[in-house]
């Protein structure tokens, strides 16, 4: 049977929330592990994963294959100068960030098939559908915030953003329009305070069709994201996972997830400062430390 690798999307409903970083230091951190590791630029038309690698330039970016100027993505992987590790870097092709969802589909269909054993998207910032539905075609989904509650609000409402978006994609294919329209009709709260709630949703679907309770079911409880809290400084900020957590599974009967955090390190802005991954600059640091947390994590996943 063929090997296949694990595609992970690592995405920051709030822009400044340390994704990149993440993604760089993490890519290193699997490779340590003695994972092979491709470390691609997803932030199409804002590209700077590279640099936290000390690139300053790429022969090609993903632009080139996605415009069609390359055939093999093999033919566009840099080399990072880490054992084990290849960098994809991204464009800045204007439009380019607004791929159709078949061509979204075609690339990661690409992605699956180099022989890696982790492929680590770095996404844009934002709940935007180009993300979302990225996340949704990935092996596991990374999700980046920060202890602060308007950062926790967005990684909550990316998650709702992903949950719809997700049914939508279900149900348009099973041409189910009435659950449909109870979907947009749902994302109105304020109008329909009965369909606040994923148990609301759920006893609307019932009547329409009860078989779609189980699909609905069956996807909510495959969502199992890693939730990671960046530049955690006290006790209290470890507690704002939990709020999140709560959230999910009061409003959208999400009921697990995993939750790691990242403390706040100095060691960071200097790496950066210096255009070195942190983990090798400051390889003791508490950051470092948190990263081979989440590295061991990822490396324990069975592919699916």
Not at 55 to 64: E, G, I, M, V, Y
Not at 163 to 170: C, D, Q
Not at 197 to 205: A, D, F, P
């Amino acid at each position: 049977m063929e090997k296949k690798n694990q595609i992970i999307t690592i995405v920051g409903p709030k822009g400044g929330v340390g994704k990149t970083t993440i993604s760089a230091n993490l890519s290193i951190a699997l490779s340590k592990l003695g994972k092979t590791v491709i470390a691609v630029d997803l932030d199409l038309g804002a590209s700077n994963l590279h640099t936290l690698f000390g690139l300053k330039t790429s022969k090609f970016t993903l632009d080139d294959f996605i415009l069609g100027k390359i055939k093999s993505l093999s033919d566009i992987i840099e080399n990072s100068n880490i054992k084990g590790l290849g960098i994809i870097c991204g464009g800045d092709v204007p439009g380019i960030a607004n791929l159709h969802y078949n061509r979204k589909v075609k690339l990661m269909q690409h992605l699956s098939k180099l022989e890696y054993d982790f492929v680590l998207l770095d996404l844009s910032a934002g709940v935007s559908f180009n993300v979302v539905d990225f996340m949704i075609i990935a092996s596991e989904g990374i999700l980046i915030t920060t202890p602060e509650v308007p950062s926790l609000l967005n990684a909550y409402s990316f998650i709702k953003t992903f949950i719809f978006r997700r049914l939508g994609i279900y149900f348009t294919k099973s041409k189910q329009d009435k659950i449909l329209e109870l979907l947009e009709m749902a994302k109105d709260f304020t109008s329909n305070p009965h369909l606040n709630t994923m148990n609301g949703i759920l006893e609307q679907v019932k009547v329409i069709n009860p078989d779609s309770v189980n699909a609905i079911n069956r996807i909510l409880a495959a969502f199992k994201p890693i939730i990671v809290i960046n530049r955690v400084r006290s006790d209290d900020d470890l507690k704002v996972g939990e709020v999140l957590k709560n959230l999910m599974n009061q409003y959208l009967n999400i009921k697990t997830s995993v939750i790691l955090s990242v403390h706040e390190d100095n060691s960071v802005s200097l790496a950066i400062a210096k255009l070195k991954p942190v983990i090798l600059e400051y390889p003791l640091s508490i950051f470092s430390k948190d990263i081979n947390k989440i590295a061991l994590n990822l490396s324990l996943l069975e592919p699916i």
